[in-house]
Nanobody
């Protein structure tokens, strides 16, 4: 059974940093695009960042560009999101996801991601 488990969330003051991790088990995702999405209370799920299976292609939402960095370690089957200069508007539940299509053109659309983690809460205080 495929499982994605996020960790690293928490409470941080504005301007602070957090590093989220997403550990995959049950199968390897080293040939798949992986991404981070977030959902704040009362809002729709929002794309944050995605990374191709090679790690050589990354894409970010405008709202996090220059502050967040997505990376992956395929030897550990783990995805990361380094978040710097956090703002109160970054407060949300952050979920990692994997595109089940191997070696496919990278995507940012949530409908293309077939495996999702439960999420980790990030709260940024002002």
């Amino acid at each position: 059974q495929v499982q994605l488990v996020e960790s690293g969330g928490g409470l941080v003051q504005a301007g602070g940093s957090l590093r989220l991790s997403c550990a995959a088990s049950g199968r390897t995702f080293r040939s798949n695009t992986m991404g981070w999405f977030r959902q704040a209370p009362g809002k729709e799920r929002e794309f944050v960042a995605a990374i191709a299976w090679t790690g050589g292609w990354t894409y970010y939402a405008d709202s996090v560009k220059g502050r967040f960095t997505i990376s992956r370690d395929n030897t550990k089957n783990t995805l990361y999101l380094q978040m710097n200069s956090l703002k109160p508007e970054d407060t949300a539940v952050y979920c990692c996801a994997a595109d089940p299509r191997s070696y496919h053109i990278p995507t940012m659309s949530p409908v293309d991601f077939g495996s999702w983690g439960q999420g980790t809460q990030v709260t940024v205080s002002s």
